[in-house]
């Protein structure tokens, strides 16, 4: 079934506006660092998810959408290469211009404009844009984990151990108990996707892997058993890991 117009509009607006709430706790000095190549500025990231709509959707599919700024193709492309040239990866945390309020402003721009574009087509046109905006959202949520992954790698590195939030409160002890160890598939098992909805395409073809024997816990592992880990040794430990 094809999803209306309006579904992807509404979807749009929820997906973009929770970029801006995991935005929200930073400074501008926060959202403008590079803590390591590996890693973006949240703002570099703000930017490159609108950069991504704005180039697959909006400049080919909107009559008379006028670009925000035509350096920006250049600034936040990524790993596109058929579509140009890139500024260096490593090198984005030296973009403190365009400032934050105008990849701000790049935003609510691009944003309108998508909001034209829905409401405007028809649905031969819905057919035809609707899986492109759906990969341009799942692609945004992607950035939103490495918002916060990238955020967390570089209050590590500041001596005053900044928090990405405060005044959480502390989780209570899971009724599930004690951590118990599973025994998981081995052999020739599937993976890959097989389902019917979005995936990436490296997540394609299903294939089979040979697994050897293995456990796995029965919940996600706490802060305080990772803690305690760490304190034992474990990362000294070379069993436990490849050599690298």
């Known amino acids: 079934m094809i999803e209306s117009a ?24 926060d959202q403008c660092i590079q803590s390591m190549a590996d890693a973006s500025p949240t703002k570099w990231h703000m ?4 950069w991504f709509f704005e180039t697959l959707l909006l400049k080919p ?20 290469e058929a579509l140009g040239p890139r500024h260096p990866r490593p090198q984005r945390g030296l973009l403190t211009r365009p400032k934050l309020d105008e990849v701000i402003a790049y935003r609510r721009h691009v944003d309108e404009a998508m909001q034209r574009l829905l409401a405007q087509s028809d649905a031969k ?12 959202l ?15 790698h570089a209050f590590s590195c500041n001596p005053l151990l900044p928090a990405y939030q405060t005044g959480l409160a502390p989780a209570q002890p899971s009724a599930r108990g004690a951590m118990e160890w599973l ?16 995936a990436y395409d490296n ?10 024997p293995y456990q796995i816990s029965d ?26």
């Open 183 to 198: 025994d998981g598939p081995t052999g020739a098992v599937g993976i890959g996707y097989a389902g019917g909805g979005f």
């Open 138 to 152: 799942n692609h945004e949520q992607q950035h939103q984990e490495l918002i916060l992954t990238d955020i967390l």
């Open 219 to 244: 919940r996600l592992v706490r802060c305080g058993e990772y803690a305690a880990f760490i304190a034992d040794g474990g990362y000294q430990r070379p069993e436990l890991w490849l050599s690298d």
């Open 6 to 29: 309006q579904t992807h509009a509404r979807r749009y607006q929820e997906v973009r506006a929770y970029t801006y709430e995991l935005a929200e706790p930073l400074s501008t000095e």
């Open 125 to 136: 046109l819905v057919a035809e844009i609707g899986p492109l905006v759906e990969l341009g």
């Open 203 to 212: 997540e394609t073809p299903r294939h089979k892997v040979l697994l050897h």
């Open 47 to 50: 930017a490159h998810t609108s």
């Open 61 to 80: 599919h909107l009559p008379g959408y006028q670009a925000f700024d035509a350096a920006f193709a250049y600034l936040f492309n990524s790993y596109y």
